[in-house]
């Protein structure tokens, strides 16, 4: 069975690398020792994608890094044992397979609620690690300022002052560096916990567009309307988060601050576009939220005709 799996795992990586490491994040136990192994892999695709969209690689750059990223992933799956992989329990109630829409209201439901309990504690613990992270980013870019603007130069020091600003500068650039590699397996989790939500959800509606007898019953009815609810609220707070990244377009217009030194600029330009792609996701979810949400609306409706 295990050795299914890998092959499964090794011929999804080698023929579509994205939807490979999807598959595997989605497969590994969150408690493996692989799991950090895989975090670290995901962090240097995220930065080669980031590097390539910069344009600072050459084709032969970009081949030669996704193919080393690919043979890493290839022998990380090969090294993977049966109790790195996510445990799949019996359970005496119906499974939410192909068929979820035969279920009765009260055995879909039942499973739903657990499946959404865990995923909701995965996206909130996500998130507040990641909002800590964007804090601590916050505090660092005021201290880059602080640090540079506290240089003042003086005519008979010149020399010292280029000294001190280059050391300040080096400092800085590996601060950066330090942030951009914790923020991107942060990435790694946040896609994972929006991915998660959007699909469960996707999945009620789905269940509603079959409805069968057991879906009339009013607790089945008012436990739908409870999950609308819910939903909502996913809207609403992902909305605020979408709108509190704003500060990443006020950061792009002060680059110019950090211009003035090429290893500086890199790093800030690097972290810049992994903060982008932490607003494109909030921005995904919210969509998709909303979306969502007016979906389950009209089932909801529809049901109560």
């Known amino acids: 069975m295990i050795e299914e799996k890998k092959s499964q795992l090794k011929n999804l990586l080698i023929d579509d690398l994205e939807k490979g490491i999807e598959e595997l994040l989605q497969l590994l136990d969150t408690d493996s020792p692989m799991m950090n192994q895989v975090i670290l892999l995901s962090s240097r695709h995220e930065r080669l994608q980031a590097d390539d969209r910069m344009g600072i690689l050459s084709t032969e750059e970009r081949y030669l890094g996704l193919n080393r990223i690919r043979m890493a992933y290839l022998s990380l ?5 049966e109790e790195d992989f996510k445990v799949q329990h019996p359970s005496a109630t119906p499974s939410l397979d192909m068929d979820f829409y035969r279920q009765s209201c009260q055995d879909f439901l039942q499973i739903f609620q657990h499946q959404m309990d865990e995923q909701a504690s995965y996206f909130q613990t996500t998130y507040t690690q990641t909002g800590t992270l964007l804090v ?35 400092k800085s650039t590996r601060r950066l560096r330090l942030f951009e590699q914790q923020l991107g397996p942060a990435l790694v989790h946040i896609k994972k916990a929006n ?16 409805p ?9 009815q008012q436990q739908f309307k409870q999950q609308l609810q819910r939903l909502n609220n996913l809207k609403n707070r992902s909305a605020r988060l979408h709108q ?5 377009a006020q950061l792009e217009a002060m680059a110019y601050v950090f211009k ?19 607003e494109a996701e909030s921005r995904t979810l919210n969509e998709s939220a909303e979306s969502l949400s007016a979906q389950l609306e009209i089932s909801i409706e529809e049901m109560l005709m």
């Open 260 to 278: 003035l030194n090429d290893e500086l600029n890199l790093a800030f330009t690097k972290t810049l576009e992994q903060l982008k792609i932490l």
């Open 136 to 170: 601590d980013f916050g505090q660092l870019f005021m201290s880059i300022g602080q640090l540079i603007s506290s240089l003042k130069i003086e005519p008979e020091k010149e020399e010292e002052y280029h000294r001190k600003l280059q050391a300040a500068m080096s």
């Open 244 to 248: 509190e990244l704003n500060f990443i």
């Open 212 to 220: 069968n007898e057991s879906t009339k019953a009013g607790g089945c």
């Open 195 to 210: 991915q998660q939500l959007i699909d469960s959800y996707q999945q009620l509606i789905n269940y509603l567009d079959f």
């Open 77 to 81: 799956v090969d090294d993977l044992e």
